[in-house]
């Protein structure tokens, strides 16, 4: 959660009457996070938010399920190379990894969701490779463009508008997403020396009710889409404020350390969640020891599976992998660089890669999806 914005008309204090120009009394919605403990929004609408008839639903990506059981092996993933499933976003999603904490996969949505979408299972985190529009809510419009994180909270009733060819990786989050705790201070501001700031995000901004004459709601829980009719148009909101709101941050925002020697993974944590740290590897200086390695140094990560979507320019320490390329290493087997990639970044002063890391503290397993774009070749590799 970022900082508290307020956006429209809003009653001068939390639930008393807010009234319209011509007396209208407008209806309250506490949009909340852990019960009513956490994080909160306080909406206004023209009409009660709650009348939902059940419907069948007629939409919704399909819940991941585990391929057979593999030897532990270090994987690679093409992902340009998978079944396009074309249509909206809600459908198109193809799921690639996961465990009880994150969903990972990929999706080339085609055209705007036909109906409105609450996700109450998890927050969604969208790295946009390729594409662009707007991701509407009850909130208001954030637009988003190529290189962008999109942040949707859970339960948020919202619908994609796409413009242009799309490609993404998305995280589907079940533990919430959250700003790292080592770059906030006390009172929840970003640090002066955190690696972004908050000007850096992109708010939403609400145009006021409008009617698109969309009438269906789909909505996720534990796994299952569930479908309902709506009387009236959802976007009704005159006006909120609070702290749970969608954005959008450019991962080229992000402001990465340099250091004499090389750093570990942590010091590229964007994003946080419930067992995953979501990191930005950005173009940037490399170590300027001299006697330095740049490249990563080979490690045993004893507790955690490790995934990086390859965004685009040069990776030092890989070899075989491209734009949209997403290898796997598990935690219970060491994992480095390449053979000779150690040794021929000594004296490297820049990299140009653009990345996405997730680590996760749980096993992922991977879905017949992924195994279907695997590299068969990738574990040797490494001999």
């Known amino acids: 959660m970022l900082d508290r914005m307020q956006l429209g008309d809003v009653a001068r204090k939390h639930h008393i009457q807010l009234r319209g120009p011509d007396g209208a009394l407008r209806f309250e919605e506490c949009f909340t996070r852990d019960g009513f403990d956490g994080p909160y929004t306080i909406l206004y609408h023209l009409r009660r938010p709650h009348?939902?008839?059940?419907?069948?639903?007629?939409?919704?990506?399909?819940?991941?399920?585990?391929?057979?059981?593999?030897a532990l092996a270090k994987r690679h993933y093409k992902t340009p190379e998978l079944a396009r499933h074309t249509g909206p976003q809600i459908d198109a999603?193809?799921?690639?990894?996961?465990?009880?904490?994150l969903i990972a996969g990929v999706a080339f949505p085609s055209a705007e969701d036909p109906v409105y979408i609450a996700d109450g299972d998890a927050d969604q985190l969208i790295y946009v490779q390729r594409g662009g529009g707007v991701l509407r809510s009850l909130l208001g419009d954030v637009a988003f463009a190529q290189g962008d994180y999109v942040f949707v909270p859970r339960g948020l009733v919202h619908r994609f508008v796409p413009a242009g060819p799309q490609y993404w990786l998305w995280l589907s989050l079940s533990g919430g997403v959250h700003v790292p705790r080592q770059w906030?201070?006390?009172?929840?501001?970003?640090?002066?020396?955190?690696?972004?700031?908050?000007?850096?995000?992109?708010?939403?901004?609400?145009?006021?009710?409008?009617?698109?004459?969309?009438?269906?709601?789909?909505?996720?829980?534990?796994?299952?889409?569930?479908?309902?009719?709506?009387?009236?148009?959802?976007?009704?909101?005159?006006?909120?404020?609070?702290?749970?709101?969608?954005?959008?941050?450019?991962?080229?925002?992000?402001?990465?350390?340099?250091?004499?020697?090389?750093?570990?993974?942590?010091?590229?944590?964007?994003?946080?969640?419930?067992?995953?740290?979501?990191?930005?590897?950005?173009?940037?200086?490399?170590?300027?020891?001299?006697?330095?390695?740049?490249?990563?140094?080979?490690?045993?990560?004893?507790?955690?599976?490790?995934?990086?979507?390859?965004?685009?320019?040069?990776?030092?320490?890989?070899?075989?992998?491209?734009?949209?390329?997403?290898?796997?290493?598990?935690?219970?087997?060491?994992?480095?660089?390449?053979?000779?990639?150690?040794?021929?970044?000594i004296g490297a002063t820049r990299t140009d890669e653009l990345a996405v890391m997730a680590d996760a503290f749980a096993p992922l397993h991977a879905t017949p999806a992924a195994l279907s774009v695997e590299d068969p070749g990738y574990q040797d590799s490494f001999l």
């Open 93 to 101: 999603r193809v799921p690639l990894l996961f465990n009880d904490d």
């Open 184 to 345: 906030r201070n006390d009172v929840g501001q970003l640090r002066m020396d955190a690696p972004y700031s908050h000007r850096d995000f992109k708010r939403p901004e609400l145009a006021g009710p409008r009617d698109e004459g969309i009438r269906e709601l789909v909505v996720r829980r534990a796994g299952v889409w569930h479908g309902f009719t709506l009387e009236d148009s959802p976007l009704d909101v005159v006006g909120w404020d609070g702290t749970v709101y969608p954005w959008a941050f450019p991962i080229l925002a992000f402001q990465p350390r340099v250091s004499s020697v090389h750093l570990p993974p942590t010091w590229h944590g964007t994003f946080a969640a419930r067992g995953a740290l979501i990191c930005s590897f950005v173009p940037r200086p490399v170590d300027f020891h001299p006697e330095a390695i740049p490249c990563p140094y080979p490690h045993s990560s004893t507790h955690c599976d490790e995934i990086i979507f390859y965004s685009d320019g040069q990776f030092t320490s890989r070899r075989g992998v491209g734009p949209g390329s997403i290898s796997h290493h598990p935690m219970g087997v060491p994992h480095g660089p390449h053979p000779g990639s150690y040794e021929r970044s």
């Open 51 to 70: 009348t939902h008839r059940i419907a069948k639903p007629a939409h919704g990506w399909i819940a991941p399920q585990p391929a057979a059981d593999r």
